[in-house]
């Protein structure tokens, strides 16, 4: 039997007057997937964020968190959820081991379990060498990590982080993203970003929002992987436009440079051996032939841009 989803939104809604952001929306998220939640400005991500957290009421619609619902069971359900929003709660003039033991106590540890769940997550946010330093005098992406320590001190099931790497240098993100990918094991875990690299290199699954609607979600790997349907063919020696457009299950051929072109195909019907008997036979001088794959960004401008 499959395990139950650890975040479960039914339907969700959220009105402003009569301004609709986010519109009956329903996904899932079980533990071991991370999520990127992805849309244009206005799309309704910040909004969805805040009634994931508990900061805003949804208009209608069901939100249940590691099976606790948020509004019937605010406090059991907030007790299964780190958030880190896009500017870290911290308080600068705290050493970070002091700030932790008090976001610990918050979420109602005893003096014992706060302890060891310090230690436990000094040494999973890479903390353990900073831990007696103030935050203020902590770099950018130690802070981050101490945001995402204080989401997580208390061993949450779900944790949410909005923007985790904004602002952060390419040494920082990457340690931050090699972190939220580790958090994914045994966790669920949803990051609102805008950044697409960033979604393909450390989410399982993805979610794209366009005018409050769920214009795609699915796991990555799937969407990603589709039947290849373009080939870039490179020749030294090129033959007429003519002679590519009546190759075998091409549809169309799109010139690139000179001696590159791109053959959009009949989906799963690629002519390869075709491609390679032709080049071979005519002296095409054949020196590429290669499968494109869809890119996110690519899938994200297609669904915003029809939606």
Same mark, same amino acid.
């Given at each position: 039997?499959?395990?139950?989803?650890?975040?479960?939104?039914?339907?969700?809604? =959220?009105?402003?007057?009569?301004?609709?952001? @986010?519109?009956?929306? &329903?996904?899932? #998220?079980?533990?071991?997937?991370? /999520? +990127?939640?992805?849309?244009?400005?206005?799309?309704?991500?910040?909004?969805?964020?805040?009634?994931?957290?508990?900061?805003?009421?949804?208009?209608?619609?069901?939100?249940?968190?590691?099976?606790?619902?948020?509004?019937?069971?605010?406090?059991?359900?907030?007790?299964?959820?780190?958030?880190?929003?896009?500017?870290?709660?911290?308080?600068?003039?705290?050493?970070?081991?002091?700030?932790?033991?008090?976001?610990?106590?918050?979420?109602?540890?005893?003096?014992?379990?706060?302890?060891?769940?310090?230690?436990?997550?000094?040494?999973?946010?890479?903390?353990?060498?900073?831990?007696?330093?103030?935050?203020?005098?902590?770099?950018?992406?130690?802070?981050? =990590?101490?945001?995402?320590?204080?989401?997580? @001190?208390?061993?949450? &099931?779900?944790? #949410?982080?909005?923007?985790?790497? /904004? +602002?952060?240098?390419?040494?920082?993100?990457?340690?931050?993203?090699?972190?939220?990918?580790?958090?994914?094991?045994?966790?669920?875990?949803?990051?609102?970003?805008?950044?697409?690299?960033?979604?393909?290199?450390?989410?399982?699954?993805?979610?794209?929002?366009?005018?409050?609607?769920?214009?795609?979600?699915?796991?990555?790997?799937?969407?990603?992987?589709?039947?290849?349907?373009?080939?870039?063919?490179?020749?030294?020696?090129?033959?007429?436009?003519?002679?590519?457009?009546?190759?075998?299950?091409?549809?169309?051929?799109?010139?690139?440079?000179?001696?590159?072109?791109?053959?959009?195909?009949?989906?799963?019907?690629?002519?390869?051996?075709?491609?390679?008997?032709?080049?071979?036979?005519?002296?095409?001088?054949?020196?590429?032939?290669?499968?494109?794959?869809?890119?996110?960004?690519?899938?994200?401008?297609?669904?915003?841009?029809?939606?």
């Amino acid at each position: 039997m499959d395990e139950l989803p650890l975040i479960s939104a039914v339907e969700l809604s =959220r009105f402003y007057g009569h301004f609709c952001a @986010v519109d009956a929306l &329903s996904f899932e #998220v079980k533990r071991g997937q991370v /999520v +990127g939640f992805l849309g244009t400005n206005g799309a309704g991500k910040t909004t969805t964020m805040q009634m994931l957290t508990g900061n805003l009421a949804p208009t209608s619609g069901q939100i249940r968190l590691a099976g606790f619902d948020l509004l019937d069971s605010p406090l059991a359900a907030k007790s299964q959820l780190g958030y880190l929003p896009e500017h870290p709660p911290l308080y600068p003039e705290c050493r970070v081991d002091e700030y932790l033991r008090f976001c610990a106590r918050l979420h109602g540890l005893s003096k014992t379990e706060t302890h060891q769940a310090v230690d436990e997550v000094l040494n999973t946010c890479g903390l353990t060498g900073v831990y007696r330093r103030l935050i203020a005098n902590l770099s950018k992406g130690y802070q981050q =990590r101490v945001g995402i320590a204080q989401a997580i @001190v208390h061993s949450p &099931s779900v944790v #949410v982080l909005d923007e985790p790497t /904004v +602002g952060l240098d390419p040494v920082q993100s990457h340690s931050v993203r090699e972190l939220i990918q580790k958090l994914g094991q045994q966790r669920a875990v949803i990051v609102s970003t805008h950044l697409l690299n960033e979604v393909q290199s450390i989410c399982t699954h993805v979610q794209i929002l366009q005018a409050g609607r769920c214009v795609l979600q699915g796991a990555l790997r799937d969407l990603l992987h589709q039947p290849v349907t373009t080939l870039t063919l490179g020749l030294h020696h090129a033959p007429s436009l003519a002679r590519l457009k009546i190759l075998p299950n091409v549809q169309q051929v799109e010139s690139i440079t000179p001696n590159k072109w791109r053959l959009h195909c009949s989906p799963g019907q690629l002519p390869t051996d075709a491609i390679v008997q032709a080049a071979a036979a005519e002296r095409w001088g054949l020196f590429e032939l290669t499968p494109e794959y869809r890119t996110l960004e690519q899938l994200f401008i297609e669904l915003t841009q029809l939606s």
